[in-house]
């Protein structure tokens, strides 16, 4: 297969000075395209700033003859870091949301300063930055954005209530921008990457983190990135040379009413409870439609003429 390539293509890299970002910014500008490498350059847990971190990785691109600029904006001002693609390369195509940091704690112990700034950096940054990239790429035509989620999101980790409600919050914020953005070739997408760096050095145990290089996962990213990925709205798992689609799937369900009279007892409920949550033949819905279509399947069922009274259809939605 011939190389993808990114020429003529301007990407941002949010948090691009370390990491996974500085493979991606990397990769990208090997590749042809040109880089706006934002880092603020603070600490791990959102504590202080320099530009040594992005001009590190400027340096780095420039001396194997690629394009970048340094960006050391927080991504909560994220039309400053649009605005730098703009003013120096005119135009943005792809935005890579990255830049993260983390404040663990156990639940019981998060104060408001935590969950703040982790909602802040993760959350707000991803909205800030592309909701002043968005209207270029609608108006282009084209457009590629990447969230970044975790594990941590998806399946909650201990310590990690704030970092984990930010970033399964950027799911919902991707799948929205998803469907706003498709008619004009504007794709959203989300990472849930896993990697060795200075988030995780003291999360992962040392074998498998030698394992677990960015490199491995910018691939991905890139991909999702190019002109020719069709894929939108959808949550892309990568790591150690892996990569997998994540989605949300429910359960077949049960009915918990058999006319259109009768109503739901906690008692139906626990009757039912093996097959509420059994998973067997669980379904993954791939939009709402789909969620209001199921729901209306189950009023169907319910509204059987064998159970049914007469019923006025507009009653059927006080469901
Ligand atoms: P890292 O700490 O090595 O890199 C993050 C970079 O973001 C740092 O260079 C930091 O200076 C920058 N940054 C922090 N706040 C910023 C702000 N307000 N504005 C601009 N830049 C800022 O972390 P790593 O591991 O490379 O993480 C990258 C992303 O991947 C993060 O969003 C993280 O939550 C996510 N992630 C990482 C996982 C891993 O296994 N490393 C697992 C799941 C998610």
Known sequence: MADLRFDGRVVI?????????RTYALLF???GAKVVVNDLGGGRHGDGSSSKAADNVVDEIRRTGGIAVPNYNSVTDGEQLVKSAL???????????NAGILRDKSFAKLSDQDWDL???VHLKGSFKTTQAAFPHMKKQGFGRIIMTASNSGLYGNFGQANYSAAKLALVGLAKTIAIEGAKSNVFCNVIVPTAASRLTEDILPPDIFNELKPEFIAPVVAYLC????????????????WAGKCTIVRSNGALLRSSMNDGVTIEKVKENWGKITDMTDAKSLRAIEEATGALIESLDAIRDPENQEAQANDELFEF
């Open 13 to 21: 890299v949010t948090g691009a000075g370390a990491g996974i970002g």
């Open 29 to 31: 500008a090997s590749r």
């Open 87 to 97: 003013d120096n390369f005119g135009r943005i195509d792809i935005l890579v949301n």
């Open 118 to 120: 982790v909602h802040q």
């Open 226 to 241: 190019h002109e020719s990925c069709p894929e939108n709205g959808s949550m892309i798992e990568a790591a150690a040379g």
